[in-house]
Structures are given as structure tokens and as C-alpha cells.
């Protein structure tokens, strides 16, 4: 079973910085590469943000250089710290397990999300 937990979400001002913090159950952090994602409203959700076990990242070309991913393993906690907020950064965020295939007959799971609100 897995379960994750967002939290760390607010409303903040045009270029404020949040970080937000995801709780994962087990030891699916340490063990696995996680995501972060968004929705807006009326928009998919999109990929954010990504980490591997060795620690490589990766990150959408709207918020490279602003937004940081990293780990703790022992926490079993996945952060996205989000510097230089953008109102068009307003969205839900989500994490995500992201398997390796062998294992991606498991499927999705996403938390309750947390909302980030960056008003201009």
C-alpha cells in the first residue's frame, strides 16, 4: 500500500519562496524515484520536478532554476523548495511514486495535494 500526505502550501506574494513536503509510507522514498506535480484549474496535471535514489534531478523548463527537489530518506519525506513564485506557479501539487517498469502495473497514487496560491 502506498500513501503520501502533501503538505506546505500557502498563499504567498509574487516572487516568495515556499517548500513544500510530502510524507510517503514505508520506505517508498529511499527506495524509489519521486515526483512532484501541479494542476491548475482547467489544466492537466503536469510534471514538475524529479529525483532519482542516486539523487539526479530533473526539472520543467518553467521552473529550472526556482524550484530544488530533494530527499530524506530517514524522514521518508520527498520536498520541493520553491523559490521566485510566479502567479502562473498557482496550482494543487501532488506527489508521486514514480516506478521503474517492471513495476508501473502498480499504477498511480496521489496524495490530497496542497494548494499554492501566488498572487501578483
Known amino acids: 500500500q502506498v500513501q503520501l500526505v502533501e503538505s506546505g502550501g500557502g498563499l504567498v506574494q509574487a516572487g516568495g519562496s515556499l517548500r513544500l513536503s510530502c510524507v510517503a509510507s514505508?520506505?517508498?522514498?529511499?527506495?524509489?524515484?519521486m515526483g512532484w506535480y501541479r494542476q491548475a484549474p482547467g489544466k492537466q496535471r503536469e510534471l514538475v520536478a524529479t529525483i532519482t535514489t542516486d539523487g539526479s534531478t530533473d526539472y520543467a523548463d518553467s521552473v529550472k532554476d526556482r524550484f530544488i527537489i530533494s530527499r530524506d530518506n530517514a524522514k521518508n519525506t520527498v520536498y520541493l523548495q520553491m523559490n521566485s513564485l510566479k502567479p502562473e506557479d498557482t496550482a494543487v501539487y501532488y506527489c508521486?511514486?514514480?516506478?521503474?517498469?517492471?513495476?508501473?502495473?502498480?499504477?498511480?497514487?496521489w496524495g490530497q495535494g496542497t494548494q499554492v496560491t501566488v498572487s501578483s
Open positions: 514505508k520506505n517508498i522514498v529511499s527506495i524509489n524515484s
Open positions: 508521486k511514486v514514480e516506478w521503474p517498469p517492471r513495476l508501473r502495473a502498480i499504477g498511480d497514487f
